[in-house]
């Protein structure tokens, strides 16, 4: 495998690694969730937790450390998306 | 490889490919992007257009097909994310 591809692979994993945290940032700046599909967060954090999963199976490093770090904020937003929809909820009732 | 652990692959593979179309159908009903981090969608499409790019040059079609279908509603959202901004920039100039 030609150097340059492999540099692609680990940018593309860094970049999807970390997408998340300026979403959890504002969340936490704002605490808006309004416009943030729970949908969207319900898969996304089953998605990377399977993946998490399967690098612990397959014991490849790189995939747990990656979707390891990209559960943290993916689960924060998925809290805060549930707690405010529970609130509005409430709030509506 | 065992068969099972093939299968929680796929699954995440499967998860993550779709999980921003619930963001991207929430958009278009609501055109509700405020809560919605302009940063993560810029990383989260650059990084997925990488992993795209990746499976490419590995001539790898799950890559290709997964990464593919997952650029359609990142790049939608990145762009109405981006055009709610300037619309919202013009109002209050």
Redesign the interface.
């Known amino acids: ?1 030609a150097f340059d ?1 492999v540099i ?2 680990y ?6 690694a ?6 959890a ?3 936490i700046k ?1 605490n ?9 967060y319900f ?2 954090t ?3 937790t ?2 998490f ?2 690098g612990v ?2 014991k490849n490093l790189p995939m747990i450390i990656a979707n390891g770090v990209c559960l943290i904020p993916s689960v924060y937003i998925l809290y805060i998306t549930i707690r405010n929809l529970i609130k509005s909820k409430k709030l509506s009732s």
């Open positions: 495998m591809i692609i692979g940018f593309a994993g860094f970049c999807t970390i997408a998340q945290f300026p979403q940032i504002k969340v704002t808006d969730t309004k416009s943030i599909s729970l949908g969207m898969i996304m089953l998605g990377i399977l993946w999963l399967y199976l397959l």
